[in-house]
T-cell receptor, first 115, second 113 residues
Framework: GAVVSQHPSRVICKSGTSVKIECRSL??????MFWYRQFPKQSLMLMAT?????????EQGVEKDKFLINHASLTLSTLTVTSAHPEDSSFYIC???????????FGPGTRLLVL | GNSVTQMEGPVTLSEEAFLTINCTYT??????LFWYVQYPGEGLQLLLK?????DKGSNKGFEATYRKETTSFHLEKGSVQVSDSAVYFC????????????FGIGTKLQVIP
């Protein structure tokens, strides 16, 4: 099946710093990618929809100035957590829509810990 | 709006037992239905899918049939293994280029030897 990668898989940072997470579709082009956040023992919460070449669409309650999304190419979307705080610690998962397969494929996730 | 309801669990079974995880949905349209699996510490993997009524998705011994009349997509496996221990998410997506996937809450399955 299609592969979506995320980098880094795990990151620890100090409070106040910014962290960038990359999401790549490795063998298909993805005009649409999604960013999710998952809290322990809970389902995925959609944060935003990332569209190649245009601004991301954020879900209600998600701060767009804090979670910057860039979808610069058909295979790469990035999420930058700006001025991270301990409450931003979470598991962030991206996914990419493969329109030829009509399936959404997920990355392995990035675990962020803010100290 | 669209929603997916599934049993929260946890579900604990002995190895080789029969598994059923119920999933029902509400959608304004004709969605595609999915089951995803998440192993500890990992992202989600697509397990199986069905795109229209009466379709049966299957993979790795798991099956689910798209039942439009009961708006259900129950996941079944005849004989579970310890390696099947994971969280299983039922999900739907309406057709269209920018449609979001709506997830259920996830059901944790624990298989004991």
């Amino acid at each position: 099946g299609a592969v979506v990668s995320q980098h880094p898989s795990r990151v620890i940072c100090k409070s106040g710093t910014s962290v960038k997470i990359e999401c790549r579709s490795l063998d298909f082009q993805a005009t649409t990618m999604f960013w999710y956040r998952q809290f322990p023992k809970q389902s995925l919460m959609l944060m935003a929809t990332s569209n190649e070449g245009s601004k991301a669409t954020y879900e209600q309650g998600v701060e767009k100035d804090k979670f910057l999304i860039n979808h610069a190419s058909l295979t790469l979307s990035t999420l930058t957590v700006t001025s991270a705080h301990p409450e931003d610690s979470s598991f962030y998962i991206c996914s990419a829509w493969d329109r030829t397969q009509e399936t959404q494929y997920f990355g392995p996730g990035t675990r962020l810990l803010v100290l | 709006g669209n929603s997916v309801t599934q049993m929260e669990g946890p579900v604990t079974l002995s190895e080789e037992a029969f598994l059923t995880i119920n999933c029902t949905y509400t959608a304004t349209g004709y969605p595609s239905l999915f089951w995803y699996v998440q192993y500890p510490g990992e992202g989600l993997q697509l397990l199986l899918k069905a795109t229209k009524a009466d379709d049966k998705g299957s993979n790795k011994g798991f099956e689910a049939t798209y039942r439009k009349e009961t708006t259900s997509f129950h996941l079944e496996k005849g004989s579970v293994q310890v390696s099947d221990s994971a969280v299983y998410f039922c999900a739907l997506r309406l057709p269209g280029g920018y449609q979001k996937v709506t997830f259920g809450i996830g059901t944790k399955l624990q298989v004991i030897p």
